[in-house]
């Protein structure tokens, strides 16, 4: 069973940044499709920001330009880097790891992002 720990979250001004990372426990292996969710109060949760094996990564059309995800597989972690942050982007953020052809899905217990001043 893989645990997820997320850390970095926090209160933040607008227009600040902060980063945001996803410890595995144990190795990280490249078939993983990593991703990081979020979800605020009324809200579906919706995918921010994913990256598979290859490197491939897609973003949520509003944080496009302002995040970054990254992942390093030996160290089993996946980082997303937060700039120019907006109130909109307050929410719980949640990271996923998921291997789909063995079934495999888990996820983090969530950190709280409050942007605001």
């Known amino acids: 069973q893989v645990q997820l720990m997320e850390s970095g979250g926090g209160l933040v001004q607008p227009g600040g940044s902060l980063r945001l990372s996803c410890t595995a426990s144990?190795?990280?292996?490249?078939?993983?499709?990593m991703g990081w969710y979020r979800q605020s109060p009324g809200k579906q949760r919706e995918l921010v920001a994913q990256?598979?094996?290859?490197?491939?990564?897609n973003y949520l059309d509003s944080v496009k330009g302002r995040f970054t995800i990254s992942r390093d597989n030996a160290e089993g972690t996946v980082y997303l880097q937060m700039n120019s942050l907006k109130p909109e982007d307050t929410a719980v953020y949640y990271c996923r790891q998921r291997w789909p052809t063995r079934g495999l899905d888990y996820w983090g217990q969530g950190t709280q992002v409050t942007v605001s001043s």
């Open positions: 144990g190795t990280m292996s490249s078939f993983y499709v």
């Open positions: 990256i598979n094996g290859a490197g491939n990564i």
